[in-house]
């Protein structure tokens, strides 16, 4: 993955199998597989538990972070194989000590892959949306 990346310039192709991105698409689908088998498998009682706070807080941060630069796909790199991988397998071992937390995690939990089958519908129509409110008020034009 990581020569394709680099070649690419980034990891984020999405689902687009055309090209130098099929690759890519494989190499992220074959990973992500093979890593949540790994961790299935990994002797959990070594693994430190830390608060899931710290977790959300960490993955929420990498998620809005946008790196700049010749440094881009290094950057993605380290948080798809290294960083993001490290938060699930400490999410796996954390239990939320208290009931509200417990009921929170757990909603965020069921509720992460409904709105990952529905993002890029709701993506496509927001941006068709905006580009008929951008067309019909004029928005944006230069004049």
């Given at each position: 993955m990581?020569p ?12 687009d199998?055309?090209?130098l ?5 494989l190499?992220?689908?074959?990973f ?7 961790i ?12 899931p706070?710290?977790i959300l807080?960490?993955?929420?941060a ?8 010749a440094?881009v796909?290094w950057?993605?790199?380290g948080?798809?194989l290294?960083l ?9 071992v954390?239990?939320p000590v ?7 995690f757990g ?7 409904g709105?990952?089958l529905?993002?890029?519908p709701i ?6 949306l905006f ?7 004029r928005?944006?034009?230069?004049s």
């Amino acid at each position: 993955m990581v020569p394709l990346v680099l070649r690419a310039g980034t990891l984020d192709v999405g689902a687009d199998w055309g090209g130098l991105n099929a690759g890519i698409v494989l190499c992220r689908v074959v990973f992500s597989f093979g890593l949540g088998v790994a961790i299935q498998r990994i002797d959990k009682s070594r693994v430190p538990r830390i608060n899931p706070w710290f977790i959300l807080v960490l993955v929420a941060a990498v998620t809005y972070w946008q790196p700049v630069g010749a440094y881009v796909p290094w950057c993605e790199l380290g948080v798809v194989l290294l960083l993001l991988p490290a938060c699930v397998l400490l999410a796996v071992v954390c239990d939320p000590v208290t009931g509200w937390q417990s009921r929170l995690f757990g909603f965020m939990g069921e509720a992460s892959y409904g709105i990952y089958l529905i993002h890029v519908p709701i993506l496509a129509m927001s941006y068709g949306l905006f580009q008929i409110i951008k067309e019909r008020y004029r928005l944006f034009h230069n004049s």
